[in-house]
């Protein structure tokens, strides 16, 4: 597919099974990164075409990063996707507001990531 | 006089008018258009927010087949657990019980006559074997408890008969340590609605315990009739327990102080046995304690009341 993606999550184990379920899917040019900070330096590094952010992260959430990227880039690329483990943190409209392309649940089986990647790039 | 000959004055007038109306009429224009640029901000407003909504809906639904699956499978890892201690438990008495058997056989002479020293070497055996037994009759007992599978069958039961049994089978054990047995019993029988074998085993551990950490004096165990339920005490002069540590005593392998010089190792896992059928019978059971001075180990039990039933039953008119 030769889309680059970047992965920001804390859960060293989250970002293991979500890498094989990417590259699984054909997408093999995944980097990632584990915090806000590092998140935010690799996507001006890599410049990937799709950013995918865990909402809780320590110290900072994907709501800020997303909002710091498309503060600083552009408005329209990299596509961005904000993704909850957690019931208690599920808030799409303002997913939305901070500039997020779309908003999915974290599942043990990847499926509606993928799904919402497909509808990206 | 007709429209013609209007005045200048007249159509001066007429053209104020107009313009007015055309400031009028270009005013609701831009009031108009401001509403139209509002109604579009709102729309779009309301688009995410109909989006935001289907989307967090969809998490939802989705995290919560995760939770359900999760549960799952937690379920089945805990079914697996329980049955593979069972089977792992039963693996481990059957073998026990053949090499406690020949050793005992032996021992008794029943093979020939045995040395001292063999028979100082095989009961050395014989005390670890039975140790084994009861660690794994403990970690079976536990992981019955933990699946809610240790069936009581309850009856009607006299404490203080049931307390001098189990006392009687320690005499031996604390006459060689040089300790006194105290009694202190109430007057007449103690009935109280309970499962017998796991009440004397309630008695045994919390004696054990005392034992194991009791160097000089005595341990008493006492049961009185209170109004509303049956009071066992087992206190003893041993060196007690630290208020720190005081927490932790109904853990799982638990072990405090120095078990290392304590007469006999246990498995760590009496006192949490004893309070899971303490606990299961509807009871309480607390310590207190004095370091170095000694420790009172306290539990409660039912009474068995006249219209105490077995268990699942319901005789009408009784």
Redesign the interface.
């Known amino acids: 597919m030769g889309k680059k993606i970047l992965l920001v999550d804390d859960n060293s184990v989250d970002l293991l099974i979500i890498k094989r379920h990417l590259s699984h899917a054909g997408y093999n040019e995944i980097v990632s990164a584990s915090g806000a900070d590092e998140g935010i330096k690799k996507a001006e590094l890599e410049r990937p075409d799709l950013i995918i952010l865990d909402t809780l992260l320590p110290g900072s959430s994907g709501f800020e990063i997303c909002q710091t990227i498309r503060e600083k880039y552009n408005q329209t690329n990299p596509k961005i996707i904000i993704m909850t483990g957690s019931v208690d943190a599920v808030d799409a409209v303002k997913a939305r507001k901070v500039g997020a392309d779309d908003y999915c649940a974290k599942t043990s089986d990847s499926v509606p990531l993928l799904e919402a990647i497909k509808k990206l790039i | 006089m007709e429209d013609k000959d209007k005045t200048k004055e007249e159509l001066i007038e007429e053209i104020k008018v107009i313009k007015a109306r055309l400031a009028n009429l270009q005013d609701l224009e831009n009031k108009y258009k401001s509403a139209e640029l509002g109604l579009k901000k709102a729309k779009e407003e309301l688009e995410?927010?109909a989006?935001?909504?289907?989307?967090?809906n969809?998490?939802?639904?989705?995290?919560?087949?995760?939770?359900d699956?999760?549960n799952k499978e937690l379920q089945t890892l805990d079914k697996l657990k329980t049955d593979f201690i069972n089977i792992a438990s039963h693996e481990l008495r059957t073998p026990l019980t053949i090499i406690r058997e020949g050793i005992s056989q032996v021992l008794d002479g029943i093979h020939g006559q045995i040395t001292p020293e063999q028979r100082e070497f095989l009961s050395i055996c014989l005390e670890d074997v039975d140790r084994l037994k009861r660690v794994v009759s403990d970690i079976l007992d536990i992981s019955k408890i933990e699946a809610g599978r240790f069936k009581l069958i309850k009856e009607q039961v006299d404490i203080v008969s049931l307390a001098k049994v189990v006392i009687a089978s320690f005499y031996p054990k604390v006459k060689s340590m040089g300790l006194e047995m105290r009694e202190n019993f109430c007057k007449q029988a103690a009935i109280a609605y309970v499962d017998k074998d796991s009440i004397i085993r309630v008695f045994i551990n919390l004696i054990s315990n005392a034992l194991k950490f009791t160097d000089k004096g005595y341990i008493e165990i006492s049961v009185r009739d209170k109004p509303t339920d049956i009071e066992c005490s087992i206190s003893d002069t041993g060196r007690g327990i630290s208020e720190e540590d005081i927490p932790q005593v109904f853990g799982k392998f638990e072990q405090f102080g120095n078990t290392e010089m304590a007469k006999e190792k246990g498995t760590g896992l009496g006192l949490s046995i004893a309070k899971s059928i303490i606990e299961l019978h509807q009871g309480d059971i607390w310590v207190k304690s004095i370091l170095n001075k000694g420790t009172k180990f306290t539990f409660t039990l039912p009474k068995y009341i006249e219209k105490d039933m077995p268990e699942g039953e319901d005789i009408p008119g009784v």
Request: aromatic content about 16%; overall charge positive; glycine content about 4%.
């Open positions: 995410i927010e989006w935001g909504h289907a989307k967090t969809e998490a939802i639904k989705y995290l919560y087949k995760e939770l699956k999760k």
